[in-house]
């Protein structure tokens, strides 16, 4: 199913949206710096991120299979790590692949 631009992106900004330009910039800072304080691990294996700000509906599942399935025809093991929206646990959790 395809979907339509907004027509908000080509269009001019309005009052509305240099109303909203002040948080539009604060959001930014804020968002920046927890970005930038995220703690970060090195790792020895090619990581890809299938992300972004939305919750919900956006297409990230399609195509965390869509990459799976193409890294597995390249005889390729591919692994996924969530971060669990919502999730109570503190540490990471093994998944059982069987479950």
């Known amino acids: 199913m395809a979907s339509?631009?907004?027509p908000f992106w080509w269009e001019e900004p309005d009052w509305r949206a240099l109303a909203l330009a002040p948080l539009s910039a604060i959001y930014a800072l804020v968002a920046g710096r927890?970005?930038?304080?995220?703690?970060?691990?090195k790792v020895?294996?090619?990581?890809?991120?299938?992300?972004?700000f939305t919750v919900g509906g956006t297409g990230k599942t399609p195509v965390a299979i869509?990459?799976?399935?193409q890294a597995r025809r390249m005889?390729?093991?591919p692994g996924?790590?969530?971060r669990g929206h919502g999730g109570s646990f503190a540490q990471p959790r093994v998944v059982d692949p069987h479950h």
Do not use: I, K, W
């Open 75 to 77: 005889q390729l093991n």
């Open 80 to 82: 996924f790590l969530s």
């Open 4 to 6: 339509e631009a907004p």
């Open 44 to 52: 020895e294996a090619p990581v890809l991120c299938v992300g972004n």
């Open 34 to 41: 927890r970005m930038r304080s995220a703690a970060r691990e």
């Open 66 to 69: 869509a990459l799976a399935r």
